[in-house]
């Protein structure tokens, strides 16, 4: 498996509160001076992609609320050797942004969307803006931005009513989109507990009692960890990454750098290397051998490790 992959933290700050990811109302923010600036961003995203790295996913937080995120998009789309450029968005700010990211370069998008019923969205998230979200998945889609993406963490006693899955899925029968259900990982920023994880083939259940049995599918595009699947003749696919009740450690080629600049070969390992403070000390070359070390390293994981104490996913970016 080549480590193509970069997935980067703009900020730690987010405008809603996912029970699961980021609930506290005074869970405060990394201080503004240990951010990554954009500069730093700029030249770490270069040196990776001088190493390899052909793939950039911009996540968060919420990234559409780091300040200036269109002109981030377009210096980072415009370096030598990033391929493909995509967002993970809440998408409350899709609408209104959407056409200028695609027109800075922005290819495709998914949209974290965990129910269509409007009370329990705002349950889950604390805000009343499904409608908002809504409107920005028509944007996404009419603008041409592809794969458009949503992804839905299904959590016991929440959202896991055959009702809820099924509206969720049957989102892909009549929009070219595809739903990723995502299996709830417990971290300690999160109010639910560990035993409320819903495992992927039980939601797979519900909808192929709905919809009958699903077909296998490859997206064209961005398969990385996810399974698709289709409901025969619908518009989209279904997929499931399912990082609890399976190992994918074998199809995963992320690294992931978080908002202050820690870069972190595997989401469940307590491992990572502080590349703000490098890059504030050493030349280009030594960072390109480490980065390219660190590469190496990610090659060799072939199982999941241990959760880091500190595991906070809004830092880390999902
Ligand atoms: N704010 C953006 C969003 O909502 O998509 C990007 C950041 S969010 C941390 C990225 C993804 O991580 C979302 O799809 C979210 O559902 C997922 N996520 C967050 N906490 C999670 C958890 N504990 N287990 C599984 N997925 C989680």
Known sequence: MSIDCLRLSVTDKCNLRCVYCHPQPDCRPTEHEDILGFEEMLRIVRLFAECGIKKLRLTGGEPLIRCDIVRLVRKLGAIAGIKDLSITTNGVFLESLATELKDAGLQRINISVDSIERKTYERITGFDLLPKV????????????????????IIKDLNDSEEQITALSGMSTSLPVSIRF?????????????TDY????????????KYGSLTRTVMSIGNGPAEYFKVPGSAGTIGFISGRSSNFCLSCSRLRLTSDGKVMPCLYSARSHDLKRLISSQGEKAIRDFLSEIIAEKANYTKLNSLKEEFSMCKIGG
């Open 134 to 153: 809504i409107e920005g998945i028509h944007r996404a889609i009419d603008i041409g931005l592809k794969p458009v993406k949503i992804n839905c963490v």
């Open 198 to 209: 819903v495992p992927n083939a039980a939601v797979r259940a519900v909808i192929e009692r």
């Open 182 to 194: 995502i299996e709830y990982y417990p971290t300690n920023n999160s109010t639910r507990p560990a």
